[in-house]
């Protein structure tokens, strides 16, 4: 998912602000024309706003998406597609509470200084002075703002993130002593990755708005029902479109970078393992068996 790959800045950018654009005013007309304002009206870091807020949660993020997924694939037992997907699912629930403060910081600090090269006034200085202040105006629910969408969106999202890893994988056949397995890995994660956004990506929209709403002093929206609401009956269903070219631009490269790396770093590390083992005594039998997370590289 997104949050696996936030630190592609730029690209971020450009879904955050076309995102929570107003209807009646327009700033951008799509992606590339967005991508273009920023770079001249706030210059190349303009592209950079709120890159400190992902930097600071991705490793802690990755760390928890892929442990505890890994260990409620143990728990469960059995490689099959509903584990993977009940796997990821649980995942995706339990990073959520570092994931919404996080993506709270990274939307105020984009949204900040909004076609300024040089902000006049800047409200934050950077992604934790900007949870900081919002604690203490709004206190704990302040910095949670958007925690139930988050959860909706990233509790299903990551469930077909690695059940859409897994098919592929097994469907592309990439078996260890392939020479295009890595080829495969970075297609199946790839895809992987743009098929969680597009199943999730109306969720995102209103998590969004709902995480820009108050900045100037205004709430528009009472409520999630209410963002739903409002955002239909101003701009119709495509509301739950804006933004996401720029975000499956992103989406391929970032995810396939990521699953591939993760991978083969977990078969390099149970090859490693294994050569230690073999310098055990073992039980007759044990070198007949071979688990089918050895024997299957898209097991995480």
């Known amino acids: 998912m997104g949050n696996l790959g936030e630190t592609l800045g730029n690209v971020s950018l450009s879904q955050v602000r076309l995102q929570v654009q107003s209807v009646d005013r327009p700033l951008y007309r799509g992606t590339y024309h967005c991508f273009q304002s920023i770079v001249r009206q706030e210059s190349m870091t303009g592209l950079y706003k709120g890159i400190g ?6 490793t802690f993020i990755n760390a928890i998406v892929f442990g505890v997924q890994g260990n409620a694939m143990r728990r469960l037992g059995h490689d099959t597609p509903l584990n993977q997907f009940l796997a990821g699912a649980s995942a995706g629930a339990l990073q959520s509470v570092i994931c919404c403060p996080m993506e709270l910081a990274k ?8 076609g300024e090269r040089k902000s006049k006034q800047k409200l934050y200085k950077n992604s934790l002075d900007c949870l900081v202040r919002i604690y203490r105006k709004e206190g704990f629910r302040g910095i949670n703002r958007g925690m139930v969408t988050t959860l909706v969106r990233e509790t299903p999202g990551f469930g077909i993130y690695f059940l859409t890893y897994d098919v592929l994988t097994r469907s592309l056949g990439c078996e260890p002593d392939d020479p295009y397995m890595i080829l495969k890995l970075l297609f199946a994660g790839g895809m992987s990755g743009i098929t969680s956004w597009i199943s999730t990506y109306p969720v995102d929209v209103i998590k969004s708005r709902l995480q820009a709403d108050g900045v100037g002093g205004h709430n528009k929206y009472s409520g999630i029902a209410d963002c739903v609401r409002q955002s239909l009956k101003r701009e119709g269903w495509r509301v739950f479109t804006h933004g996401l070219t720029s975000t499956l631009l992103r989406a391929f490269p970032v995810n396939a970078t990521t699953f591939a790396t993760v991978t083969l770093f977990l078969m390099y590390m149970r090859d490693d393992e294994g050569a230690v083992n073999d310098c055990e005594p073992q039980p007759a039998h044990s070198s007949l068996t071979v688990s089918p997370q050895q024997a299957q590289p898209s097991s995480l």
Do not use: E, H
């Open 53 to 58: 807020s992902p930097m600071m949660g991705l």
């Open 107 to 114: 939307t105020r600090m984009q949204l900040q200084g909004l």
